[in-house]
């Protein structure tokens, strides 16, 4: 699992209900938009992140598009996570005094 | 405020040249998304220059993300077989220019000298003789300006000097006297082009020796 992924699943699974726009998980996940898009379209496809179309509250808006994980995106994600946490855990264990840096979501 | 409309265009344009880059099938549905989180981006928190700054670079790298990477937007990609296509097609039309290019650069080059052979073989005119001796003497001179000097410059404009000089002396030999034979006109105008064209070798031996020797500086 690639680092940017990994950020993009501790956000989502931050709340699972809530439900996300592009720009939002960019400024949560401190990704740029040429990384967080492609990865979003990609998740799509396999069906992990599902996306609708939403009309903002003000007036003159454009309609924006908000992700949410599906059920099968919070399962994959919870078990990638937890499995990455194991494997850290291990290797941290094998070596006591390497630091492994945690993502910015661990880190909060 | 004026500034941030302007930003807002710019913006707006380099998501739409990201969005050029994506497979139809999504195109148009990523234009909107991100043509809606521009402003978003430039109402959020922060001094006007932040947020501007922000959102061209969110503008910016959506064209990288495109560039990089348009197969997997949506699973869908153009495929190798269209890239190689496309590089195929812009190789072929290189190439084309290239033929074209190069009989007009020669002919270019060759122009005097067609011109020359042309006036010696239809009998030569005064006014196309005096104007080579004239020119072959400007650019005589101009090589003997320090900084315009070199020998292949001067080898040539001596080439021109002698052809224009060889032509005007027929001219005037067979129309001006009114005497000579014809031998004596095929004479003087195929040795006045011989050293001619000896001359213009030397400048072009003189050119190719200077490119490939090695420069000093």
């Known amino acids: 699992m690639t680092a940017p992924l990994e950020r993009v699943f501790r956000i989502f699974l931050e709340d699972p209900a809530t439900r996300r726009y592009g720009y939002d998980v960019m400024k949560a996940a401190g990704l740029p938009s040429g990384t967080l898009y492609p990865l979003l379209g990609r998740l799509e496809t396999q069906g992990l992140v599902s996306s609708a179309w939403e009309t903002p509250g003000q007036d003159g808006e454009r309609p924006r598009r908000y992700y949410h994980l599906t059920s099968e995106g919070i399962e994959v994600a919870r078990l990638e996570l937890a499995q990455l946490s194991a494997r850290r855990s291990a290797e941290r264990r094998r070596a006591p005094g390497r630091r492994v840096r945690p993502a910015p979501a661990d880190a909060r | 405020m004026r500034g941030e409309r302007w930003a807002l265009r710019a913006g707006e344009l380099l998501v739409s040249l990201a969005s050029r ?12 998304e991100w043509l809606a989180e521009l402003p978003v981006i430039l109402r959020d928190r922060g001094p006007a220059p932040v947020r501007v700054a922000r959102m061209l670079a969110f503008a910016a790298d959506t064209v990288r993300g495109a560039a990089l990477a348009p197969e997997t937007y949506h699973g869908t990609h153009r495929g190798k077989a269209a890239k190689n296509m ?25 122009y ?10 239809v009998g030569p005119s005064l006014a196309y003789g005096v104007s080579g001796v004239l020119v072959g003497l400007v650019l005589l001179a101009a090589t003997f300006i320090p900084r315009w000097y070199n020998p292949q410059r001067r080898w040539f404009s001596v080439s021109k000097l002698v052809a224009g ?53």
Do not use: K, M
């Open chain 2, 165 to 217: 000089a060889d032509l005007s002396l027929r001219w005037v030999v067979a129309s001006l006297l009114n005497w000579g034979h014809p031998l004596l006109f095929a004479i003087i105008s195929y040795c006045g082009y011989a050293i001619s064209v000896a001359c213009l070798g030397t400048a072009t031996v003189l050119t190719v020796r200077s490119l490939f020797r090695p420069q000093v500086r």
């Open chain 2, 86 to 110: 496309r590089w195929l097609g812009t190789g072929l039309l290189l190439l084309g220019g290239l033929l074209v290019l190069l009989p007009v650069a020669a002919l270019a080059l060759l």
């Open chain 2, 112 to 121: 005097p000298e067609i011109r020359d052979i042309h006036q010696l073989a």
């Open chain 2, 21 to 32: 880059r994506l497979p139809p099938g999504i195109r148009q549905e990523r234009y909107q």
